[in-house]
């Protein structure tokens, strides 16, 4: 019970504080209170509270609701008979009544190869219908005939006056390919469409303004819907292309991240944009149009106006989006016969647009149109898909929210069957209630000033961040160089010190290679005195232990013999003697051979001590020495 006090208190309140400002935002309540302050007047021209003055005065009229809700207005056009429909002797199917607005489908016979009745069990049947507003754009002749200036004249203008009164608008097309949606939004050089009419028309509206407290700002972005992916037509083509992303925010809603937002002076600005964009957007040909457009175009137009009131100090800021849209046709691909990238974008087309009418179906709901009781919390069942497609979340609010919309429903005057679909189609999008608001804010003097002031000291406060991390930045910086100057200072000394000991051990190898060539001529002296004393060795010890025998001669026999016969003889006569001689002869020996062994220890003392004087070089020298010399020493050691 207290949750439902408090709700039912919380709605009173917000209803009571809505009026106050619809009472503070017309001027009549004001109107008698001050003698001194001037009557308000306001011209004849559609937005009147943010229009120029002129000569001609009348008494201004009521300020339309801050909450105006409506329906979607829809119109719907027939357009000529194109070569194709002249050739085959296509019947037109479309009945308009300029009086009643009512479009009939009528039923079609079979003479056309199209609608041919006995190909089908469908049954054919006459379908009224009864929009807003029926164009007849099919033959010149008729006195009820539509031109371009026809259509914007309907409702592009009522639209640009609900954007000088600021509300958000949305204008799009809708229809198979080739039934003259591009040309009804666009049109040609010759016949321009509402898109370039309406900015023509805005900018004639804002040269017209002559007064001073009034100031204009007016920004245009242009994408497309190719795929399912944004794409940005006011930049040049790359390759790969470049897609953008969509995001959502509480305070802009759904919105293009990165989106080009150029500003614009004058409608020659807006025109070049134009061409640009169309000159990037994706086209085709195929079988149902020679210029078939292959992606849903958007066209974005933001008005912004500030008015200043020098008696009151208040400043009023108005803001506006239109959104016109060109929606690529819905077609079939037997029709067509699209293959390959074609039908590959055919069916992302219809994809996107069997989405958009599911989401005019959800939205059309009569239950959605009650108004909801602040005590049911049960949720509607009935969810509207605007995420299924990108199309229908980038419109969202355009279809269901903060907008007045429009629809032009372009048909074909010959094929029942897509005409009929896109006749539905309109018919359940009027359906669709839109809840419109003024996107105004007033802003007084001392609110302005506290707004001021309030900014001010944010401003104060950034900039005392900034400085405090700019110095906090700066101070790092000095400590960092500090560091990196004394490591440049410790590698310098290192290197120094490197140099230093590259030198030194320089000079020490130059030296040592010096004193290697030196030794090195000695060295190879000795090897070779040390290879002859060992061949000089090996022959005293192969002599002394096997001495050389020279084999008796016939002469030396004959001798022999003689001397033989004197030593029997000398033998008898000396017989007693013998001994004496036998112990001379032992002494010669003797003595030869001491002769002998001391000669030899001699050698050997000698090579000892040349032993020890290379062991000496060989501690000394290191390794200088090569191997392949000192194999001799070693030999001399074992033998």
């Not at 790359?238 to 802009?252: G, H, N, V």
Request: net charge negative; glycine share 4%.
């Amino acid at each position: 019970m207290y949750i439902h006090l408090r709700l039912k208190s919380r709605e009173l309140i917000t209803n009571l504080k809505t009026l106050l400002e619809d009472m503070a935002l017309d001027s009549r309540t004001y109107r008698g209170l001050s003698p001194e302050r001037p009557q308000l007047y306001a011209t004849s021209a559609s937005a009147p509270s943010l229009r120029s003055r002129d000569s001609v005065v009348v008494p201004m009229e009521p300020l339309p609701p801050v909450n105006d809700g409506g329906n979607v207005k829809v119109v719907v056009r027939v357009r000529k008979f194109i070569k194709r429909e002249i050739d085959r002797g296509a019947q037109c199917l479309i009945k308009m009544d300029p009086i009643t607005q009512q479009t009939t489908l009528l039923v079609p016979n079979d003479t056309d190869p199209a609608n041919i009745r006995s190909q089908s069990r469908k049954v054919y049947e006459e379908k009224p219908f009864t929009f807003d507003k029926s164009f007849w754009s099919h033959d010149e002749a008729d006195p009820h005939f539509s031109h371009q200036e026809d259509v914007y004249n309907s409702f592009g203008e009522e639209f640009l006056d609900h954007n000088f009164d600021g509300y958000h608008t949305c204008i799009f097309a809708y229809g198979q390919t080739g039934s003259g949606k591009s040309y009804t939004m666009m049109g040609t050089p010759e016949q321009p469409g509402l898109i370039p009419r309406t900015c023509e028309g805005l900018f004639q509206r804002i040269e017209a303004e002559h007064s001073a407290n009034i100031t204009y700002n007016v920004h245009v972005s242009y994408f497309e819907v190719y795929n399912e992916h944004v794409r940005d037509l006011l930049v040049p083509r790359t390759t790969p292309p470049q897609y953008l992303k969509i995001r959502e925010s509480k305070a802009d809603g759904v919105y293009v991240q990165n989106l080009t937002d150029e500003a614009v002076k004058s409608y020659d600005d807006v025109a070049r944009l134009m061409k640009t964009g169309d000159h990037n957007r994706t086209t085709a040909s195929t079988k149902m149009n020679d210029t078939s457009s292959r992606s849903h175009a958007v066209f974005t137009i933001m008005l912004k106006q500030i008015q200043h009131d020098m008696t009151t100090d208040e400043t009023i800021e108005r803001c506006a989006r239109m959104r016109l849209v060109d929606l690529a046709g819905s077609e079939r691909a037997k029709t067509t016969e699209a293959t390959g990238q074609r039908l590959r974008e055919g069916g992302n087309i219809n994809q996107s647009l069997s989405t958009l009418g599911r989401v005019i179906g959800a939205l059309s709901d009569p239950r959605r149109q009650r108004p909801r009781h602040p005590n049911d919390r049960k949720k509607r069942a009935d969810v509207v898909p605007y995420r299924d497609s990108v199309l229908t979340w980038l419109l969202k609010d355009s279809l269901g929210g903060n907008s007045k919309t429009a629809m032009v429903a372009c048909i074909a005057p010959s094929d029942y069957d897509e005409t009929l679909s896109t006749l539905r189609y309109a018919d359940q999008a009027k359906r669709i209630r839109t809840r419109a608001t003024v996107n105004q804010d007033a802003v007084s003097a001392a609110e302005r000033d506290a707004k001021i002031a309030e900014m001010a000291e944010t401003i104060r406060a950034l900039q005392m961040s900034v400085n405090a991390a700019a110095t906090r930045k700066r101070d790092e910086v000095d400590r960092q160089s500090d560091q990196l100057e004394d490591y440049q200072k410790q590698v310098e000394k290192m290197q120094r010190l490197m140099e230093e000991t590259r030198q030194v051990s320089e000079c020490k190898i130059r030296a040592l290679t010096c004193e290697v060539e030196e030794l090195r001529p000695i060295n190879r002296q000795l090897t070779e005195e040390i290879e002859s004393l060992r061949r000089h060795l090996n022959l005293a010890l192969g002599e002394l232990k096997n001495p050389i025998v020279l084999p008796p001669t016939p002469l030396d026999e004959n001798i022999h013999a003689l001397l033989g016969a004197e030593d029997e003889k000398e033998q008898r006569e000396d017989a007693v003697q013998d001994e004496g001689e036998d112990e001379g002869y032992e002494g010669v020996h003797d003595l030869l051979a001491a002769e002998l062994q001391a000669t030899a220890d001699e050698f050997l003392k000698d090579l000892s001590l040349f032993r020890k004087r290379v062991a000496d070089d060989h501690v000394r020298f290191g390794n200088t020495i090569p191997q392949r010399q000192s194999r001799p020493l070693g030999e001399i050691v074992v033998n």
